[in-house]
T-cell receptor, first 112, second 115 residues
């Protein structure tokens, strides 16, 4: 069965600094990978997804992620964060059926 | 704008008093999901519908039931809420099952408080 590990429960970053949110997954088959963002008191919104092809995936709001099969990772990056990026970020994995499995989330704190 | 709507946004109920949460969608998607999200935890899938086919997760308690009377609406019924059922309940939709349709569209959630 697939699973997702987000090692950092919270990440504080100064405004305009770069950030990386880490995600590792485990699966016995090919996977599809996602990053979702949840702003306070809102539902989840898709940031980006990897289905196939190029391992570098670009998403909304300047975020990108790189699929690394050998390291079973799908880390999320942004070169310069803004206060509006304050949110919880969830990595998720699917093996191609109807369901996706979410990680526990990483709370991104932007410091002024 | 096409969207996923959840009502109410905040629901307070008493221990053991049945409660129903509502989800509607204007996306005309075939698949609808219900997730439970407790504080600082990942969303946990309770069940989902593919059209009228109901798919229950193995570890979803019997206390949780769902109805989908038509494509647009889906309800979550909690028959006898316990204190441990206090959580955010998220509804999501996707057009069809399968890997290329895994963009799930989420509603804003209903925060359930059990007194």
């Amino acid at each position: 069965a697939q699973s997702v590990t987000q090692l950092d429960s919270q990440v504080p970053v100064f405004e305009e600094a770069p950030v990386e949110l880490r995600c590792n997954y485990s699966s016995s088959v090919s996977v599809y990978l996602f990053w979702y963002v949840q702003y306070p008191n809102q539902g989840l919104q898709l940031l980006l997804k990897y289905l196939s092809g190029s391992t570098l995936v670009k998403g909304i709001n300047g975020f990108e992620a790189e699929f690394n099969k050998s390291q079973t990772s799908f880390h999320l990056r942004k070169p310069s964060v803004h206060i509006s990026d304050t949110a919880e970020y969830f990595c998720a994995v699917s093996e191609g059926d109807d369901k996706i499995i979410f990680g526990k989330g990483t709370r991104l704190h932007i410091l002024p | 704008d096409a969207m996923v709507i959840q009502n109410p946004r905040y629901q307070v109920t008493q221990f053991g008093k049945p409660v129903t949460l509502s989800c509607s969608q204007t996306l005309n998607h075939n698949v609808m999901y219900w997730y439970q999200q407790k504080s600082s935890q990942a969303p946990k899938l309770l069940f989902h519908y593919y059209d009228k086919d109901f798919n229950n997760e193995a570890d979803t308690p019997d206390n949780f039931q769902s109805r989908r009377p038509n494509t647009s609406f889906c309800f979550l019924d909690i028959r006898s809420p316990g204190l441990g059922d206090a959580a955010m309940y998220l509804c999501a939709t996707t057009l069809n099952p399968g890997p290329t349709a895994h963009t799930q569209y989420f509603g804003p959630g209903t925060r359930l408080t059990v007194l």
